[in-house]
């Protein structure tokens, strides 16, 4: 078989038929609504410091998996910290800037990121050693200084030649629900000094009045929209920056994918406070 990459500078020139056959709808974060409102807003571009050039790889004529891939001036917006790394060049006079990426923008969300219908060991054994031999190429070919894939599976990490890329570690938090039938069985794993400190806090709340109501899809309205999107900036505000996404983002995915959101509003004295 004779396999070509090709490069693809915005997700529109792939299409959304295209991309979501290999993407499938198992993750939201990689489906094509989600990566090309990213881009139609204006949030991804190279504007803002990431220039997409997503990679195609195709077995004749027929494209069999695809790569979300970025070019980037900066680190902003990966939630994977290199600054050290960036540090580093610089002392060394080599700059870091631009890179190549391959994420899912502002989320720090394990998946997959070799996108495809073929089977996971086929898929592998196929994307490894091409990878291997393909993203060295597009990095001294553009000028950029590494290649850095993020939040991978264990699947796709594992399958990554170990003489080409080196693996990088870091630490998530994650909640599992231990088959608890009620919030009772998951303090019950609680110490009895944590457990009444819980049941204090959540006490507290409810003196409070706060109210939580939960809205799915299209209950999610525009004035709600708006609700969040300011809560959203005055949560970056507070810390001296801006929200990475815009409201034309929120809007258009609203849209287009309004069976993946679900969004919860905190309210007091019936005004919206969270």
């Not at 997503?54 to 790569?67: N, T």
């Not at 006490?203 to 309205?221: D, F, H, M, P």
């Amino acid at each position: 078989m004779s396999y070509r990459v090709e490069l693809s500078h915005n997700i529109a020139s792939i299409g959304e038929a295209q991309w979501d056959a290999l993407a499938g709808d198992d993750h939201p974060f990689t489906r094509y609504a989600f990566l090309a409102a990213l881009e139609s807003s204006g949030v991804v571009s190279a504007k803002t410091g990431w220039l997409p050039m997503h990679l195609s790889i195709f077995d004749g004529d027929q494209r069999i998996a695809v790569m979300p891939m970025y070019q980037k001036s900066h680190s902003y917006g990966e939630y994977v910290f290199d600054w050290g790394w960036a540090d580093a060049y610089h002392q060394n006079g080599i700059d870091y800037y631009p890179k190549l990426l391959t994420a899912i923008p502002f989320s720090p969300v394990t998946g997959p990121r070799i996108l495809s219908q073929l089977a996971t060991e086929t898929l592998m054994g196929l994307a490894g050693p091409l990878l291997s031999e393909i993203i060295p190429h597009i990095c001294n070919e553009q000028g950029l200084s590494s290649w850095h894939g993020l939040f991978f599976t264990q699947a796709s990490h594992t399958a990554l030649p170990t003489d080409t890329f080196i693996s990088r570690l870091g630490t998530q938090y994650h909640w599992f629900n231990r088959d608890f039938k009620t919030f009772d069985d998951f303090l019950a794993t609680f110490s009895s000094r944590k457990r009444k400190n819980v049941k204090r806090e959540r006490r507290k709340v409810t003196e409070q009045g706060i109210r939580l109501s939960t809205y799915e899809g299209e209950a999610i309205t525009p004035e709600l929209l708006r609700t969040f999107f300011h809560c959203y900036q005055l949560t970056y505000l507070k810390r001296g920056q801006q929200g990475y996404l815009n409201l034309e983002f929120f809007e258009k995915i609203i849209n287009s994918m309004p069976e993946s959101l679900v969004l919860f509003i905190a309210s007091l004295d019936q005004q919206h406070v969270a």
